[in-house]
Each structure stands twice: as C-alpha cells, then as structure tokens.
C-alpha cells in the first residue's frame, strides 16, 4: 500500500506519542508499504527507517510546538495537509492527529477539549502560564485548536474512527457525534524489552545501592516527560502520607527538572524520601528497581509508563483518565488524581510484599498483547481494509 501518515511534529525523542508513531512507521514500511508522513515540522537530522518519505511543511525544523503550535500554523497545517492528500496518489490515509482528516482518523494524543478540562485541574505543573491553568478558551490557538478538532471528528470524509483506549473513544464519540460502537479501539503498545530475571536483579541491586535505598523499602517509581500532567504533585503528597504513617517507603522521580519542580518536592516534605533521576529513556532499569508505579494521570490517551510496567511485571496505580487504565483491573485504578487519601490508601496496600505478589501475578505481560507488533497488524488491517474499499469505489484494481 501507499500510505500517508500525518502527525503534527515527527520527532521520535520529544514524546511517547511521537516515538510510538515513529515506531509504527517503521514497522509499516518494514512490511514492503511505501509511507509518507505529513507533517508541520520534522526534527532536523532525525533518523527516517528505510521505506519511509518525510514530507514536512516547513522545511528544515521549525521549532517544538507540539499541540501549543500557535493558531495560524495549526491553520496552515490543516490546509496544507488536505490539500496534499488531495493531489497525492495514496492508496490510504491515515491521521494520528485530531486537526486534520483523513480515511482514517486516529488521534493517539486523545481529544483536545478532554485534555484542556482535566489538566485544568491539575495545579501549576500541567500548564504554562495564569490564562492557561484558568481561562485557556481565550487564547486564540486553543480556539483554532478546538474549531479545527471539531470539524476533523464530524468530517465526512473520515471513513474509520480509531481510538487508542475506550476512555478516548467516549470522546470521540461524542465530540464527533457517532455511536461508540463506530469507532474501533486499538489500544497502545510499547516497545520497550524487559530485562531477563539475572539483570533485573544486578540492577535492582545496584540501583538502590546508589541511591541508599534498603531492600525492605517499598520502592514507587513516578515516571513522565510532562510531571504535571502526569500528577507529580498528588504523587509526592501521598508519599508524604505513607511516611508520616510509619511505611518504609521511597520514591523515584525520572523526568524533566526544573525549579518549580524541586519546590513542589519540597512543599511537599519528602526531599528525604524522594530520589530523582532526572530525565531519561532508560525505563526497563528504573522498572527493575522499583516495586510500584505510581500514575495518578490527570490526562493521557494511553500513558506509555502503564504498560511498560505491565510488560516488566510491576505493579500499577493508574487513573481513570488514563486510556491506559484498560488494562489494569479496577481496584488498581484511582477514579480522581485529586484525591491524595485513596490515592495513599492504594499506595499503601502495595507496601505489603505479599500483596505486590498477588497483584503482580495477575497482571498482563503477554509482549503479542502489550508490543508494537500487535498495534502495527492491527493499524495493517484497518488501513488494508480502507484502501481496498477506496479502490472498489474508484473501480480499480486489488490493493496488496
């Protein structure tokens, strides 16, 4: 087939959205498809797999703007795109962003109007500035934002509407106004490799080594790119919960650092109890170390840690505005980021190690389940489906 893939930035390094789009491009092109990603901006000298054509609108870079891209580039962008999928000769489309249609519409960030109401919630860290964390409807590019995401999930032209969890999918649903029985669910995978059981223990052992860590101490490990979004805050008052309580307990902090960051930590009185690593893509060791992950998630589609924890078989708090919360069982996940007591509560019931057993036991691990190989057959099929079905309509050949 040939396939047009859109995306607003390609840049495998800036997100675990944009890495598992890179991933699942090179896994369609690795299949014989010819691809072709449209997008705003393209990283300059980012690595493209073999089989793959980028196409960006503004050549040479053009900055990091993710979905704060401002208002009249998110414009030019929804343009430019229809119009080259328009005058180009692709057998299929397929759109990972909710501001530009096509055949198939599978936006892997989640609905945009969803994300701005829960991330208001979610206190100084998830958002920029006074106008964002109150009134973000003012600002023009949130305007466009939302006018563009509307008109893209109603679009007529949109023949498949593919969620990345059945928590996006209510919202597709809604917002584009189908049944949620017409659009399909194709959750998340990862691609990170678990280390085998002998690594896994040398590393667990010199990690907490380093970082003073005893071996009784239950260890919560707070993974993300975007803290605040990811309920840092919360996170960091539960501990503080736990410890006053008495439970040996600890936590690591991976991900960006800055000063409002360390005052957070600080406010929150577990400097003692806290050890931060800073940002880094080294998950599989961090996972050997700790015994929970800790994703109280204000919003995300599907969030990447969830089920890199699953696939190395730690267990999970998750939210229930994480689309990644469909694989983990209801008691494990908590129903409000906010609520710091059930959020403590949950967090101390895996201090047990019989209990972290027992959880751990019945977790999914299946790599057919939880890989990108399965999101990539599954993406084949309903892009394989589409194009024949476009070819009939135009009455031509068979697509292979």
Known sequence: MNIAILIERYDP??????????????????????????????????????????????????????????????????????????????DVSLSLTSTVPAMVLMPWSG???????????????TMHNWIERHEPWVLPRVQVLLWLERRTLRDAGVRRRVAASTYVREQIAELGRVAEDRVEVIRRGTGLTP???????????????????????????????????????????????????????????????????????????????VRIVGATTRRAELLAAAD???????????????????????????????GSSDWLDVDEVIADPRNVPALAAAMKKLVDPQERRRVAGGLVRDPS????????DEVERVLSEEAKTAAAIQGGAGIS
């Open 111 to 125: 609905v945009q109007r969803e994300a701005l109401a829960r991330l208001r919630d979610g206190g100084p860290l």
């Open 13 to 90: 390094g800036m997100g675990s959205m944009e890495a598992a789009a890179a991933e699942l491009t090179g896994l369609l092109a690795g299949r014989g498809h010819a691809v072709t990603i449209l997008a705003a901006t393209v990283t300059p000298d980012v690595s493209v797999p073999a089989g793959v054509t980028m196409r960006p609108m503004i050549p040479g870079g053009g900055g990091r703007h993710g979905w704060r891209m401002g208002a009249l580039r998110l414009w030019r962008f929804h343009r430019w795109a229809k119009e080259q999928l328009a005058n180009g000769s692709f």
């Open 195 to 273: 280390l085998d059981d002998r690594e896994r223990a040398a590393v667990r052992e010199s990690l907490r080594a380093a970082w003073g860590v005893g071996g009784d101490t239950t260890l919560f490990l707070f993974a993300a790119r975007d803290l605040g979004r990811q309920g840092l805050e919360p996170a960091l008052r539960a501990l503080a919960m736990l410890r006053a309580q008495g439970a040996d307990s600890a936590m690591i902090l991976a991900g960006p650092l800055s000063y409002r960051v360390l005052r957070v930590v600080g406010r929150c009185g577990v400097r003692e109890g």
């Open 292 to 322: 929970v992950t800790v994703a109280p998630i204000f919003f995300d589609a599907a969030s990447a840690i969830v089920i890199e924890s699953l696939a190395c078989g730690v267990p999970v708090i998750g939210s229930a505005f994480d």
């Open 369 to 376: 389940l939880l890989g990108m190989e399965r999101v990539a």
